[in-house]
């Protein structure tokens, strides 16, 4: 499978249409079902107070993946995603209410590299902090 992205039809700058993916504390119970990281910072108030965190936080391989959507949707094929890689800056705090938390993504093609392949950088933000940063991905172009 192959983007459905022309090469052609990108340039440096191009913007990925944003999107926002809520996080509430049952999707964190779900993640930890699929992913088998039940580190108690993702589930338990009380201790995640106890070490010096806010409140319960996203996982970080989560936060992640929602973020890499907006290129995989963009692209539309997950395949074509050939890099990826972040820096985790700052957790997202996940309040145990009806809304949970807020991971809000934008990107746009940052670099032409030749090869059909284009650099996309990412701008991951939750409650107006950069929550991963120096997310970048590289992608197959068709």
Do not use: C
């Not at 940052?110 to 902090?129: F, H, I, N, P, Y």
Request: glycine share 10%; net charge negative.
């Amino acid at each position: 499978m192959t983007a459905k992205v022309a090469y052609e039809s990108v340039e440096v700058g191009t913007e990925l249409p944003a999107q926002s993916f809520p996080v509430t504390r049952a999707t964190l119970v779900q993640y930890a079902g699929a992913s088998g990281d039940f580190n108690p910072i993702h589930w338990n108030e009380k201790f995640a107070r106890e070490v010096g965190l806010p409140d319960v936080i996203a996982h970080g391989m989560f936060t992640m993946a929602e973020a890499i959507r907006v290129v995989t949707d963009w692209a539309g094929d997950p395949g074509a995603v050939v890099e990826y890689g972040v820096r985790f800056t700052k957790p997202v705090v996940v309040p145990n209410d009806d809304e949970g938390a807020l991971i809000e993504v934008s990107a746009k093609v940052a670099a032409l590299l030749g090869d059909r392949r284009v650099r996309v950088d990412l701008t991951v933000m939750s409650e107006g902090k950069k929550v991963l940063g120096m997310s970048r991905a590289v992608v197959q172009l068709g």
